[in-house]
């Protein structure tokens, strides 16, 4: 099972205040117990929102673009991992064992093709599986 591990913004991240070396000392550690307990798939940080857009979707074609940045910092993301677990509590319990000392973290498990039932048709399997193998030859040829 894979989950999306969201790491909730804080007003620093939001800042765009930069965390310390000790603090990225502990999180490349814990990074490295990921990986090499094989649950680590992606993991990055992001940019405050005030340096990001929302686009907003009304119907078939109408888009609007909204600028950063954006209110409720408790409902932004600073940050994510995807994680490859056998169980939600497996994730949970990798989650115990970071390093974040203040805010809110939250679990969510990816959709995988079987979840979607009689409407993943064998064409859109298919297409799934191209796509799929499409990225990963894409990312590991770098580009």
Known sequence: MRFMILVKANA?????????????TAMGKFNEE???????????????SSKGVRVRCEGPTKRTVIDGPFAETKELLAGFWLFQCKSKEEAIEWIKRSPFQEGEIEIRQVFEAADFGDSMTPELLAQEDRLRAETEARTKAGG
């Open 12 to 24: 620093d991240s939001e800042a765009g205040v930069m965390p310390s070396t000790e603090i990225l």
């Open 34 to 48: 990921l990986v090499k307990a094989g649950v680590l798939l992606a993991g990055e940080g992001l940019h405050p």
